[in-house]
């Protein structure tokens, strides 16, 4: 699967198959293309925490606060990002540009990570609908939490959705 074909197909899946587990090796190349994605001075400036069992039924009960996300019960694999400090290069950078660059490194990493996904036919939900504190306790994490990735093998009957985006013209302007 190319790119855009990953582009066109990739939406956030709410219906995993919970009796099907992800293999290691795919979760393995998963990280592995997160971890070569661009960043702010190479900072790398955040932690991947893989929770698979008990842990992984622990932190998606951290994401169903006030009724959200209910179809993590059926999540196989949830993928804690936490914001880690930055390298001093892009720290100074930061404060000279007053712009948060994890954030940004942060997203470029997901982006990474659920294409990847893709490419290894499984699907992915990004929340963001969390609770920071029950999910650094269950991981052990000293830094926030700022994105859950729910990982899994869809159902038989997933389909893929239309996307519903702003057309192209709504989005770009080309300045000459």
Known sequence: ?????IAKTRQSCRLFDGTKQVENEKIDVILESARLSPSACNAQPYHFTVCK???AKKVAEATRGMGMNKFTEDVPVMIVISEEAYNKTAGIGSKIKDNDYRSIDIGIATAYLT???????LETCILGW????????????????RLVIALGYPKENYELREKKRKSIDELVTVIE
């Open 53 to 55: 069992g008990e842990a």
């Open 1 to 5: 699967m190319n790119f855009s074909e």
């Open 115 to 121: 294409a990847e996904a893709s490419a290894q036919g």
């Open 130 to 145: 969390l609770d920071d504190k029950k999910i650094r306790k269950i991981c052990n994490l000293n830094h926030p939490v």
